[in-house]
């Protein structure tokens, strides 16, 4: 047994350390995912370990220590997520708030109606649906009446997505990064007050044995789209399935070189995937915003019948100009390329 305590330690602790490197294989990066569930195995079989051995070896203290180090490491890495925020917020409802409403609707969903019920329920101000086709995009006419304005992408190939808003809408653009059948929506939109700002629906690869073998694309596109939230002036609000935990080091490098905010931070970790088990969820149907863009909410909606959980946010913009430093130093310009350049070489690799 104290072999198998041994491995088991040894394990766990390599589980908790290498997605915070630069080894991208999937085989590495999916131990970001299960976070959570690593560190409760770790607390069940540290604390198991004290009543279940009699004697106390220098491998057995060694065990320990290691499974002691995964497991503040881990809590480290997710105690910013906790909701905190909710115990230090004031009473005063924000104004002016404007809503959003996120889903992976899974392609092969045919449920339409619980997605237009859930649309009716809570009368998003903004729509953004990824894996939607053109069987979804004809369901989901029904919902144009409330949410006039839109730009449609569909693709049959689980990358498909569309923007309903009934915000004005001064331009709208679907993006193509490393692949040209994986689209990005940029609109650049207004709130009643007339503040503007620029919106970016975004759905990367995930690097997974029955996706891509690394995350070199997903990162890829993370950093191109990072380029072009630098370039803005306006301040920008992003939301999608970025197929990355919060937490990862592709998901922070992300919110650094673009300067945005994790609207997770002291909100909740707020898992949205997979819907079943519930135990298995992860955060990684994701919220980015400019500091001059507050998240005052963010919350999971009831299953419609996809294997993600919708997303539903309220946030308010208070300035039309980003104000922040978006000057790159010269260590994240040479980064940031040679993210996308590998994203680039990846595709070619592993389409």
């Given at each position: 047994?104290?072999i198998?305590?041994?491995?088991?330690a040894?394990?766990?602790?390599?589980?908790?350390?290498?997605?915070?490197t630069?080894?991208t294989?999937?085989?590495?990066?999916?131990?970001d995912?299960?976070?959570?569930?690593?560190?409760?195995?770790m607390l069940?079989?540290?604390?198991?370990?004290?009543?279940?051995?009699?004697?106390?070896t220098?491998?057995?203290?060694?065990g320990?220590?290691l499974?002691?180090?995964?497991?503040?490491?881990?809590a480290?890495?997710?105690?910013?997520?906790?909701?905190t925020?909710?115990?230090?917020k004031?009473?005063?409802?924000?104004?002016?708030?404007?809503t959003l409403?996120?889903?992976?609707?899974?392609?092969?969903?045919?449920?339409?109606?619980?997605?237009i019920?859930?649309?009716?329920?809570?009368?998003?101000d903004i729509?953004?649906?990824?894996?939607?086709?053109?069987?979804?995009?004809?369901?989901?006419?029904?919902?144009?009446?409330?949410?006039?304005?839109?730009?449609?992408?569909?693709?049959?190939?689980r990358?498909?997505?569309?923007?309903?808003t009934?915000?004005k809408?001064?331009?709208i653009?679907?993006?193509?990064?490393?692949?040209?059948?994986?689209?990005a929506?940029?609109?650049?939109?207004?709130d009643?007050?007339?503040?503007?700002?620029?919106f970016?629906?975004?759905?990367?690869?995930?690097?997974?044995?029955?996706?891509?073998p690394?995350?070199?694309?997903?990162?890829?596109?993370?950093?191109?789209?990072?380029?072009?939230?630098?370039?803005?002036?306006?301040?920008?609000?992003?939301?999608?399935?970025?197929?990355?935990?919060?937490?990862?080091?592709?998901?922070?490098?992300?919110?650094e070189i673009?300067n945005?905010?994790?609207?997770?931070?002291?909100?909740?970790?707020?898992?949205?995937?997979?819907?079943?088990?519930?135990?298995?969820?992860?955060?990684?149907?994701?919220?980015?915003?400019?500091?001059?863009?507050?998240?005052?909410?963010i919350?999971?909606l009831?299953?419609?019948?996809?294997?993600?959980?919708?997303?539903?946010?309220?946030?308010?913009?208070t300035?039309?100009?980003?104000?922040?430093?978006?000057?790159m130093?010269?260590?994240?310009?040479?980064?940031?390329?040679?993210?996308?350049?590998?994203?680039?070489?990846?595709?070619?690799?592993?389409?």
């Amino acid at each position: 047994m104290t072999i198998t305590f041994i491995v088991l330690a040894v394990l766990l602790f390599l589980m908790s350390f290498l997605p915070s490197t630069t080894i991208t294989h999937w085989s590495a990066r999916i131990f970001d995912y299960v976070r959570i569930q690593v560190l409760f195995l770790m607390l069940i079989i540290l604390i198991a370990s004290f009543f279940y051995f009699d004697e106390f070896t220098n491998e057995i203290l060694i065990g320990q220590v290691l499974l002691g180090i995964s497991i503040l490491y881990q809590a480290y890495i997710i105690l910013p997520f906790l909701p905190t925020h909710y115990f230090r917020k004031s009473g005063e409802k924000p104004q002016h708030e404007v809503t959003l409403l996120s889903v992976n609707v899974l392609q092969s969903n045919t449920d339409y109606q619980k997605l237009i019920d859930l649309v009716r329920e809570y009368q998003p101000d903004i729509l953004l649906t990824m894996e939607t086709n053109k069987a979804w995009e004809k369901a989901l006419e029904a919902i144009e009446d409330q949410l006039p304005n839109f730009l449609k992408a569909p693709y049959e190939n689980r990358y498909g997505m569309h923007l309903y808003t009934k915000l004005k809408v001064n331009k709208i653009k679907e993006h193509q990064f490393l692949v040209d059948d994986r689209p990005a929506i940029e609109a650049h939109l207004e709130d009643s007050k007339n503040h503007r700002f620029v919106f970016w629906g975004f759905h990367p690869p995930p690097p997974s044995p029955t996706e891509k073998p690394s995350s070199r694309q997903k990162d890829g596109e993370l950093m191109q789209l990072a380029k072009l939230i630098v370039k803005q002036e306006e301040p920008s609000l992003v939301a999608g399935d970025f197929n990355s935990v919060c937490w990862s080091r592709s998901s922070k490098l992300f919110a650094e070189i673009s300067n945005l905010n994790d609207a997770r931070i002291g909100k909740g970790i707020l898992g949205t995937f997979p819907v079943r088990p519930s135990i298995f969820r992860f955060p990684i149907d994701l919220l980015y915003s400019s500091k001059e863009i507050v998240v005052n909410s963010i919350k999971i909606l009831p299953d419609i019948g996809s294997d993600h959980l919708p997303i539903f946010s309220t946030f308010s913009v208070t300035s039309s100009v980003d104000h922040s430093d978006k000057r790159m130093e010269k260590e994240e310009k040479e980064e940031v390329e040679e993210l996308i350049d590998e994203g680039e070489e990846a595709a070619k690799e592993e389409e």
